[in-house]
């Protein structure tokens, strides 16, 4: 008769490894993380970002620790300072200078 593995954990002097977490069903952010893109898991990783985003801009003390003059601290923290004002306006006029530059063609 062979011990369980928790037996043999504990003759060992060791702690018995958790429980694995079951599968994330679709509708979870985890299932989303792990490749699945069906509508479902889409829906619940678009709530959870726009919480995280609102979480972020409701939180001035997150914004210290961001770098003013950058275009990500305009996006991502909702600082509207002129720094970065002026630093999205021109990552957005890069964007855009990329974008047209591959709609010209590559001739």
Same mark, same amino acid.
């Given at each position: ?41 889409? /829906?619940?990783?678009?709530? %959870? ?24 601290? %305009?996006?991502? %923290? ?22 047209? /530059? ?6």
């Amino acid at each position: 008769m062979s011990a369980s593995y928790d037996d043999l954990m504990a003759s060992l002097g060791l702690e018995p490894s958790a429980p694995k977490r079951p599968p994330a069903a679709h509708g979870d952010r985890r299932r989303y993380q792990r490749g699945c893109r069906c509508d479902e898991c889409r /829906e619940a990783n678009r709530l %959870y970002k726009a919480s995280w985003r609102a979480k972020r801009r409701s939180d001035p003390s997150l914004l210290g620790r961001a770098t003013h003059g950058k275009a990500s601290t %305009y996006r991502q %923290y909702g600082c509207r300072c002129d720094e970065c004002r002026t630093a999205n306006s021109a990552d957005v006029a890069a964007w855009r200078a990329r974008r047209r /530059e591959r709609a010209g063609g590559g001739s």
